[in-house]
């Protein structure tokens, strides 16, 4: 069975007011044979330019000239070391060799932002808020002299406008729309039961709801004495006399709440 990839990145500490963003936070990928190939080994500049174009103009009435943003002439200038076995690199590169022009020269290329994860993280499913553009393949040079390694540099120029959307690490699909990531807007995140403490006899059950938003969030259940009782998925088992305290636990976006419940188990 082929081993499953994703991003399990802990990128900021729990006080992320100051953490700026790393290179390695931001993921790009380029569509090579209908598959997303990262764009990761053997890249060592890919940065993103956004080249917003305006239009000034200077009213009789005053002496500094109001300008407006009026569009963009995105592009994405890179270096490489050329390593064949590289999907991604080896395609942009071949441009070059084989004088690709027109539609040959175009490639699907994604920006994805690893620091915005939506929803929870797992090793099934990691998705990250990210962008679908279209861009044109401009190399200009292939380099390495006797000794040396080859070396690539371009630029990926963008053709028409960016498809907002989400990107999946796991399976490499991206889905278009506008989502929300970690750091797009802030979701209140709470958990309520609908009772504070309960008593059961022993070998009996008794029910805790728990109330949490956003609605639907998995919550996870455990007891401080599963000598005492035990839970499941909200249901409480008395196993022997005594006390125990029942936590219920959310985490959306890194936030983490907590209820409690105190138990007592009779005979």
Request: proline share 3%.
């Amino acid at each position: 069975m082929k081993r499953k990839e994703f991003f399990n990145l802990q990128l900021f500490a729990d006080d992320d007011s100051r953490a700026a963003l790393i290179r390695h936070q931001i993921a790009d990928y380029l569509e090579v044979g209908g598959t997303y190939e990262l764009c990761g080994v053997g890249f060592t500049q890919l940065n993103e330019n956004p080249g917003a174009q305006t239009d000034s103009t200077t009213y009789i009435n005053e002496v500094t000239a109001s300008s407006s943003i009026i569009g963009y002439e995105t592009e994405f200038p890179y270096q490489f070391d050329a390593i064949p076995r590289q999907k991604a690199l080896y395609a942009l590169w071949k441009d070059g060799r084989d004088h690709h022009t027109g539609t040959d020269a175009q490639h699907t290329f994604l920006k994805v932002d690893l620091f915005n994860p939506i929803g929870e993280v797992t090793a099934d499913l990691a998705e990250f808020t990210a962008r679908k553009f279209v861009v044109s393949n401009e190399v200009s040079s292939n380099d390495g002299d006797g000794g040396q390694k080859i070396t690539a540099s371009g630029t990926l120029h963008a053709v028409g406008d960016p498809v907002q959307g989400k990107f999946d690490t796991v399976s490499k699909t991206f889905t278009a729309g506008n989502f929300k990531g970690k750091y797009d807007v802030d979701v209140p995140v709470s958990i309520t039961l609908d009772k504070s403490t309960a008593s059961v006899a022993v070998g009996a059950t008794d029910t805790i709801t728990a109330t949490v938003e956003p609605s639907g969030t998995a919550v996870t259940w455990q007891s401080s004495d599963a000598s005492v009782a035990t839970v499941a998925d909200g249901v409480v088992t008395g196993v022997a006399a005594g006390s125990a305290t029942i936590t219920a636990t959310i985490t959306v976006n890194g936030t983490t709440k907590t209820a409690t419940c105190a138990v007592t188990v009779t005979e």
